[in-house]
């Protein structure tokens, strides 16, 4: 079955330290998105992908780098300079041009300790 | 600025009442999309409304959207508890060959016995 696959779940990171969140999709979708999720605020567009090796800055891009080497992943680092990583990470994928919208990947929770 | 506005954020009703959810925008758009998300969970496709007066129904849900009026409502019939979750509504902008949605903040729904 196509799909998007985020891992890990959980992810738990200590002051200072880059995570890298995965992100695998088999739809053939030429697009990819990532997404910050916090209470209370929807969703905040980090980073997108339309191509592969080509990637743009979305809304909140500070403290967050990504690449796209592979048309099947779009992998999301935080760095330490994100000062407030702790929230819930989507994933997502469309045709280019998006035609009927985006299809998610589970999420991702990281939390700092 | 673009804006999408959802009304209401929160909503509490009794199973079995009927209840519209409305989501407002700012800009010229002719597509628009629902979606739902379950605590901890990612986003599911709800509806997807691709014209003027598109009208879907799934169930006890219904959307419809008014591109002149810039108006989306997710009408909600005789509403049983599984129908618990937080709507997305988002706006497709077009620029050239790019798309990409603005999302409104969210509607978290609780349907009460």
């Known amino acids: 079955d196509g799909g998007i696959t985020q891992s890990p779940k959980y992810l738990f990171r200590k002051e200072g330290q880059n995570v890298t969140l995965s992100c695998e999709q088999n739809?053939?979708?030429?697009?990819m998105y990532w997404y910050r999720q916090d209470p209370g605020q929807g969703l905040r567009l980090i980073y997108y992908?339309?191509?592969?090796?080509?990637?743009q800055k979305g809304d909140i891009a500070e403290g967050y780098s990504v690449s796209r080497e592979k048309k099947e992943s779009f992998p999301l680092t935080v760095t330490s300079a994100q000062k407030n990583p702790t929230a819930f990470y989507l994933c997502?994928?469309?045709?280019?041009?998006?035609?009927?919208?985006?299809?998610f990947g589970s999420g991702t929770r990281l939390t700092v300790v | 600025e673009l804006k999408v506005e959802q009304n209401p954020l929160f909503l509490s009703m009794q199973e079995g009442k009927n209840y519209t959810i409305y989501c407002n925008y700012s800009?010229?758009?002719?597509?628009l999309y629902w979606y739902r998300q379950d605590p901890g969970k990612s986003l599911e496709s709800l509806f997807v409304?691709?014209?003027n007066g598109a009208v879907k129904q799934e169930g006890r849900l219904m959307a419809s959207l008014d591109t002149k009026a810039r108006l989306s409502t997710l009408h909600i019939t005789a509403a049983v508890h599984d129908l618990s979750a937080t709507y997305f509504c988002?706006?497709?902008?077009?620029?050239?060959?790019?798309?990409?949605?603005?999302w409104g903040l969210g509607t978290s729904l609780a349907v009460n016995p």
């Open positions: 997502a994928s469309s045709p280019y041009p998006m035609a009927y919208g985006y299809t």
């Open positions: 739809l053939n979708h030429d697009a």
């Open positions: 992908s339309q191509i592969v090796n080509d990637f």
């Open positions: 800009t010229t758009s002719d597509r």
């Open positions: 409304l691709l014209s």
């Open positions: 988002a706006v497709d902008i077009s620029a050239g060959n790019n798309r990409k949605l603005i």
